[in-house]
């Protein structure tokens, strides 16, 4: 960006944004031809990488012949044809999806519905929503409700309806005693004495994503975590949305994150793979009983977007679980993303990285001082900015937050890559990642660090 480039509105006024001019498939550049690893595919957007023609000539071709079609009187061919692809791959009974622009509205709407669902059954006090603690599900002020990220909060508060909120299944950093490492669930039950609390009749439904991006670094809950959410949810008549946007269309392995653990949730949020990035697209899948549920009455649905069912959006669509289809992409990401974990572990040399794990395409780096007690770094070291940077310096785009231990220190580092990432490609980015994490410990211990044990 040079000085004459005013005008457009960007998040942080301290950061000088490269200017990107093309992709091509893990890789983009900038203006100035530096050429980058997509190690985040676009904030988990461009899951089939860059420059997938596939994808735009099917765009084009639908925007020659109808760009738009206005939802409240009219359908379309694409947007039929791709919700019966799309359920049909869904898990269990979820068989109706509603079609929006994104992930925020996804959210917004599957919050709606929730309540919408209850009223149609005479239950108009369900209307609250449960969320957790590090999860987040968006910007809109709805979506920020439910999100639990003080930072992203903070600024918007009073929310209209003040939502409750669990702690999330975080087991390296577990504030439950006697759990850490190990989880004994603890972290699930409290949904039950949040219900308890709250009550029962208050409350709409619980939102969780399968695996956290956004707050940890791919937190991952062990396999009994969704059975037992799953069964508080029924057992109190609460409807539980799976906010799938980052996890959804292969990230993990399976289309949707929350199959590792045999759980149909009421509903499933999407957006981002959805469309692979290349076009404004997300949506809600809703089961039998909540399509029913919402028509007992016979009543339209009062929620409507503008791009409902947007014609260009569902081309982009097909033409991704097309490409999915040919290129086996969930079966690719299930492989690769095993030979990332098993390789990343190779990260645990360095005394600064307290944990490595993931799921799939997903892997998340914790870096603290001392392994054994896992006391974080100051925040004022940034570590979590320089390690990115330093990344980004050498070819690598990566992301990294802090926070993560009481929401001011803790560190940590994410790698979500396009799912077409070869074995040769993660070869790269994790060589990039050692010699940045040699080089900021070199730095820390000029500043006096003196690493933790290395024993377990
Ligand atoms: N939910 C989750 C889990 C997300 O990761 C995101 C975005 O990162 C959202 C919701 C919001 O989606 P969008 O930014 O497309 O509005």
């Given amino acids: 960006m040079t000085a004459s480039d005013q005008g457009l509105l960007h998040r942080d006024p301290n950061f000088s944004y490269p200017v990107l001019v093309k992709g091509e498939g893990i890789y983009f550049y900038d203006e100035a031809g530096n050429r980058y690893i997509d190690g985040t595919a676009g904030a988990g957007n461009v899951t089939l990488g860059h420059g997938r023609l596939p994808i735009v000539e099917a765009m084009a071709d639908q925007g020659s012949q109808l760009a738009y079609c206005f939802s409240t009187f009219f359908t379309n061919r694409p947007a039929l044809d791709y919700a019966r692809r799309l359920t049909e791959l869904a898990p269990g009974d979820l068989n109706y999806v509603y079609f ?80 850490q490492d190990r989880c004994n669930l603890t972290c699930a039950r409290q949904l039950e004495e949040t219900i308890r609390q709250v009550g029962a009749d208050n409350i709409a439904a619980f939102i969780a994503e399968p695996v956290v991006m956004a707050g940890i670094a791919a937190g991952t809950p062990p396999p009994d975590y969704y059975p037992l959410i799953r069964q508080i949810c029924d057992q109190y008549d609460i409807l539980f949305i799976a906010d799938e946007i980052i996890t959804g269309f292969g990230r993990t392995g ?21 469309s692979s990035g290349y076009s404004p697209l997300g949506g809600v899948l809703l089961t039998d009983a909540m399509q029913q549920g ?53 990260l645990m040399d360095h005394p600064a990285v307290g944990q490595v794990r993931g799921k799939g395409l997903t892997l998340g780096l914790e870096l603290v001082q001392d392994r054994q007690t896992r006391k974080p770094f100051p925040p004022e070291w940034g570590v979590s900015k320089r390690i990115p940077q330093l990344a980004l310096e050498r070819g690598l785009a990566l992301s990294g937050t802090s926070g993560g231990a009481d929401w001011v220190e803790g560190d940590d580092i994410r790698f979500y890559p396009p799912l077409i990432i070869t074995r040769a490609q993660i070869d790269e980015a994790l060589a990039i990642i050692d010699e940045c994490l040699g080089l900021v410990e070199r730095d820390l211990r000029q500043q006096g660090w003196v690493p933790g044990s290395l024993a377990e």
């Fill in 294 to 346: 919402l028509s007992q009455q016979g009543q339209a649905l009062p929620h409507v977007f503008t791009y409902v069912n947007n014609p260009v959006a569902m081309r982009a669509g097909l033409a991704v679980l097309d490409l999915m289809d040919a290129e086996n992409t969930l079966e690719h990401a299930t492989q690769v993303g095993a030979y990332l974990q098993e390789k990343a572990q190779v």
């Fill in 100 to 179: 929006v622009s994104g992930g925020s509205e996804a959210v917004e709407t599957a919050i709606k519905l929730a309540r919408f669902y209850h009223l149609q059954r005479g239950k108009a006090q369900k209307y609250q929503v449960i969320g957790r603690w590090r999860g987040y599900h968006g910007a809109t002020l709805g979506a920020l409700a439910a999100t639990g990220m003080p930072g992203l909060r903070a600024s918007f508060e009073p929310y209209l309806p003040s939502f409750p909120h669990i702690a999330s299944c975080y087991p390296y950093r577990c504030p439950f005693a006697g759990c």
């Fill in 254 to 274: 399976k289309l949707f994150a929350i199959e590792h653990w045999d759980v149909v949730p009421d509903i499933i949020t999407f957006g981002k793979g959805a």
